[in-house]
């Protein structure tokens, strides 16, 4: 796994700061910060506080169970790739993965995202079990409890999942009426994770709204204009082929037409 290299180099940023801080308080001391900052990486906390007690913050320490994470999701775009797709485009699917730098960056980064990455792929593997017959609908049930505990906007990938019912269900109306009993008890459940969360938003008011300055960035986030504008070109044209396959996927000439699995986006 490519997140491994150099994994201890370069030391904290703030935000990881922020989880070093936390697992090295006790953990009565620990559970009276969440009630005030930072519920929305509660579970994540919890996670990593035994490991701060057996393994030390160090870099490596803090950071491997993210890179362990990364691993797991390329296993699992592999198993979602062969079941909709072929065992080559499974594998296919994974090696990119495992290769992008944003793989890379999350699985060297000691917060939650990878973990919450992770869980997305389960929850949307086990919605493909579940349709199939293969899997009861409880354990995807509680595959997206356990991604809204981990990380609470992990579960806009709800809407995306209805489509894929709505896409791959052969009784649609009786899946769509599963998966929205699912969908609710979810909700339900994460409720006060809710409240709590959007009691503390004020934790966050500091970050700017998406306004022009984004765009901006984006216009020079590749060093130099013409590097930006010759990667914003490779992002239409991909795109643009990506549209010019829709034909392609609605001839049915893949065993399921991975254009309705690509909603869940995991």
């Excluded at 803090?62 to 999701?73: D, Y």
């Excluded at 409240?195 to 590749?222: C, F, K, S, Y």
Aim: glycine share 6%; net charge positive; hydrophobic share 55%.
């Amino acid at each position: 796994m490519l997140a491994i290299w150099d994994i201890k180099v370069p030391s904290y940023w703030r935000d990881e700061a922020a989880t070093i801080s936390a697992v090295r308080r006790p953990l009565p001391a620990l559970l009276r910060m969440l009630t005030n900052v930072d519920a929305v990486h509660g579970t994540y906390y919890l996670i990593m506080w035994p490991v701060a007690r057996i393994a030390g913050t160090g870099e490596l320490a803090m950071r491997l169970p993210s890179a362990l994470a990364m691993s797991v999701t390329a296993v699992l775009i592999v198993a979602i790739g062969r079941r909709v797709v072929s065992r080559s485009a499974g594998l296919a699917a994974g090696i990119v993965w495992a290769v992008l730098p944003v793989t890379s960056w999350y699985g060297q980064d000691a917060r939650s995202y990878a973990m919450a990455t992770t869980l997305a792929c389960t929850a949307s593997y086990l919605l493909l079990r579940v349709l199939a017959g293969d899997v009861k609908a409880r354990w995807y049930a509680v595959s997206l409890v356990t991604l809204g505990a981990m990380n609470l906007f992990a579960l806009l990938l709800l809407p995306a999942h209805g489509l894929t019912v709505l896409a791959l269900a052969r009784d649609r109306a009786r899946e769509m009426r599963r998966w929205l009993m699912v969908a609710g008890c979810t909700v339900l459940v994460i409720a006060p994770l809710i409240v709590v969360a959007w009691r503390q938003r004020a934790d966050i008011e500091w970050i700017p709204p998406l306004n022009r300055h984004e765009a901006d960035t984006m216009a020079a986030w590749g060093g130099t204009l013409a590097v930006s504008q010759l990667a914003e070109l490779i992002i239409v044209v991909g795109v643009a082929c990506a549209a010019a396959g829709v034909r392609l996927l609605l001839r049915n000439r893949f065993r399921v037409p991975s254009s309705r699995c690509a909603f869940p986006g995991p």
